[in-house]
């Protein structure tokens, strides 16, 4: 089996031989050389060595643990407290036989230790292993920072998905609506998305989507759906439509595993009407101060998209006069709990969202929110999402 690191690759690491003894210092460096390693530097004392850490920022340290002076157990102190160098390899080479005296080898944050007299196979064989530890320890470092950058990228990416401030800003001055929103992922990429897009001058059509799961393979189906949505010529104005072609198309795509639950309305100012279609979101809050006043939930029944391709969506409408809201939100908000181990559930909300809508409608959100991340034990296990759809009285 080959290899993990090549010995091309650890070949010309750097390695600082510390020892008292000259006749020992020249041995291990010419077994090395003979080995195929290139980079090799020696110290008479411990205190040379610590002065050449910073200009050599060696790879390894080969370190006798007897010597005048600052002795090899000191050094690995040192070297355990430094900011720059407390990662360092250390090989420690003793002729301690005592079991208490090599196990504070270890203690002090040695990574191994080789017995004198030396045997040159070992010796050659142990710098070979701590050095491809090094080279691996580097790669995976390199990997994360490679892969944290990525998700990075694809976060940004996948927050210009979401309607932006223009957008949120327009719909306010054309139709009076109020929007008001919150995303967040609970890693660095979600399975969450929401959009909405004006119809025409009296109508406002919005969704609120979540795969299941998080993470790269839920932020993915995020991205195929944008790209359906704006692909497919689809007619916002018609939820129960929209659903059926999304479904169709995920269906196809999407693993056996794999599924969204997805709302999809449309907001009428002419009508006073909230048109909507949905397929086992979480049920959606309405609110009201118009001829039946109050706070309910509507039915969001129906089956996952994704699931089975032909499934047949319903719309259904209820009254959306002036001075009404509409708020959707993803499961994490009523399924993620607090330090006793509780949940809000529907329950919950409903009397949160009472409470607040008290102090004005568009204190809801803002308020649900605060509460929400001050409970909640974070990191929060799902996906977060809220959007308030305020239409208020004219003046």
Not at 57 to 72: E, Q, R, Y
Not at 173 to 196: F, I, P, R, Y
Request: charged letters at 25%; a negative charge.
């Amino acid at each position: 089996m080959d290899e993990a690191v090549k010995f091309s690759e650890i070949a010309d690491c750097k390695i600082l031989i510390v020892d008292d003894v000259a006749v020992l210092r020249t041995l291990i460096q010419t077994c090395l050389m003979k080995a195929g390693y290139t980079n090799i530097h020696v110290a008479e004392s411990g205190d040379i060595a610590l002065q050449m850490l910073d200009d050599l920022n060696p790879d390894l340290l080969i370190l006798d643990i007897v010597m005048p002076g600052t002795d090899g157990f000191e050094v690995c102190r040192r070297i355990c407290k430094s900011e720059t160098h407390s990662q360092l390899s250390i090989l420690i080479q003793t002729g301690m036989e005592a079991t208490q005296e090599r196990a504070e080898v270890f203690e002090v944050g040695a990574n191994d230790l080789i017995s004198k007299p030396i045997n040159v196979y070992e010796l050659v064989a142990r710098v070979k292993l701590q050095l491809q530890n090094v080279v691996l320890q580097r790669k995976e470092k390199a990997y994360q920072a490679r892969m944290e950058q990525e998700l990075h990228s694809a976060r940004i990416i996948q927050e210009s998905l979401l309607p932006t401030d223009e957008m949120i800003e327009a719909v306010h001055n054309n139709m009076q609506l109020q929007v008001q929103n919150h995303w967040k992922a609970s890693s660095e990429l979600g399975g969450d998305l929401w959009g909405m897009q004006q119809i025409d001058e009296n109508r406002l059509g919005f969704f609120i989507i979540d795969f299941s799961g998080h993470g790269v393979v839920s932020a993915l189906n995020t991205f195929r759906l944008h790209t359906l949505i704006n692909e497919s010529g689809l007619d916002w104005g018609d939820p129960k439509a929209c659903l059926q072609v999304v479904n169709a198309h995920l269906a196809k795509v999407l693993s056996v595993e794999q599924f969204a639950t997805l709302f999809w309305a449309v907001i009428d100012e002419k009508e006073n009407t909230l048109t909507y279609a949905s397929a086992a979101a979480p049920p959606v809050l309405v609110g009201t101060n118009g001829d039946v006043p109050g706070i309910h939930f509507i039915d969001t029944a129906g089956l996952p998209v994704g699931i089975v391709g032909d499934y047949q969506y319903d719309n259904q409408v209820i009254d959306f006069p002036e001075d009404s809201f509409v708020f959707v939100y993803s499961d994490a908000l009523i399924e993620s709990p607090d330090i006793e181990g509780k949940m809000w559930e529907e329950e919950g909300l409903m009397l949160r969202t009472k409470k607040y809508a008290v102090e004005g409608y568009d204190q809801i959100l803002p308020k649900l929110l605060t509460e929400f991340l001050k409970v909640s034990v974070p990191p929060i296990p799902d996906d977060l999402t809220t959007v308030c759809f305020i239409r208020p009285k004219s003046e």
